[in-house]
């Protein structure tokens, strides 16, 4: 059975950083694309970063400057560093994988069960 499972997720002031990891079984992430969704309560989830098999990555503007993505095939897993967090990147972060290219949309074929981030201010 495919899975992927997110680690990494806590509470840090604002300003500080985290590293979320999105581990694989069964499914050979090198193959995928690879993307970070959050989504905050109330809110409908919205795209972080993606990472296409080839390693280039993409950014949410929000984002941008501030979060890394990355993935290291040999260990199946992909990360995402942020750094210089703020108080609204507060909500569950899911990692996802799909065939193909990556997508800024929800259309991935996998996703992992998600990681509560909490920045506080």
């Known amino acids: 059975q495919v899975q992927l499972v997110e680690s990494g997720g806590g509470l840090v002031q604002a300003g500080g950083s985290l590293r979320l990891s999105c581990a694989a079984s069964e499914l050979p992430l090198s193959s995928y694309a690879m993307g970070w969704f959050r989504q905050a309560p109330g809110k409908e989830r919205e795209f972080v970063a993606a990472?296409?098999?080839?390693?280039?990555?993409y950014y949410a503007d929000s984002v941008k400057g501030r979060f890394t993505i990355s993935r290291d095939n040999a260990k199946n897993t992909v990360y995402l560093q942020m750094n210089s967090l703020k108080p609204e990147d507060t909500a569950v972060y899911y990692c996802a994988a799909r065939v193909g290219v990556i997508r800024t949309t929800s259309d991935y074929d996998y996703w992992g069960q998600g990681t509560q981030v909490t920045v506080s201010s």
């Open positions: 990472i296409g098999r080839s390693g280039v990555p």
